[in-house]
């Protein structure tokens, strides 16, 4: 079973690395872009049967490791 | 509109931080986890009208910025 895992600043939370971004995209010519966000993405390989344990674990795993829940919020989606 | 970029390490290329990742779960505990990889995501705001031209405008902006093409792939998604 394959889990990904989305994480994301909080809204309201400085996002120094999205304002370079769409600064920079602006700089080369993209007038277009307004505005930009940077996350993260991880896809983890899990040996685990059964869904619903697993989004348990996964849910562990972002709150002991993956993600900083003071300033980042996840998503978890689960995939045979 | 908004242009989601997902971009990950192209097969075969030394992924570090994945290797690290899925160390620590093991580590902690979480015995399930084969292997992890770990990728950035990318969301853009965009003042662009017309979809088609608006994904070749985009696809520009990662060959020019936001994904190391040598490494790197990348995947755009566009939402209203």
């Known amino acids: 079973m394959k889990a990904i895992v ?3 600043l909080k809204p309201g ?4 690395q999205g304002r370079a971004i769409a600064r920079s995209l602006n700089d080369l010519g993209f007038a ?3 505005s930009a966000l940077q996350g993260k993405i991880i896809e983890l390989d899990l040996s685990s049967e059964e869904k619903t344990e ?10 002991k490791l ?10 978890i ?3 045979d």
């Open 32 to 34: 277009e872009v307004n």
């Open 6 to 8: 989305y994480i994301g």
């Open 13 to 16: 939370v400085l996002d120094p």
């Open 77 to 79: 989606e689960l995939r």
């Open 54 to 63: 697993a989004k348990q674990r996964v849910e562990q795993m972002c709150e």
């Open 66 to 75: 993956l993600a900083n829940t003071v300033i980042e919020s996840y998503r």
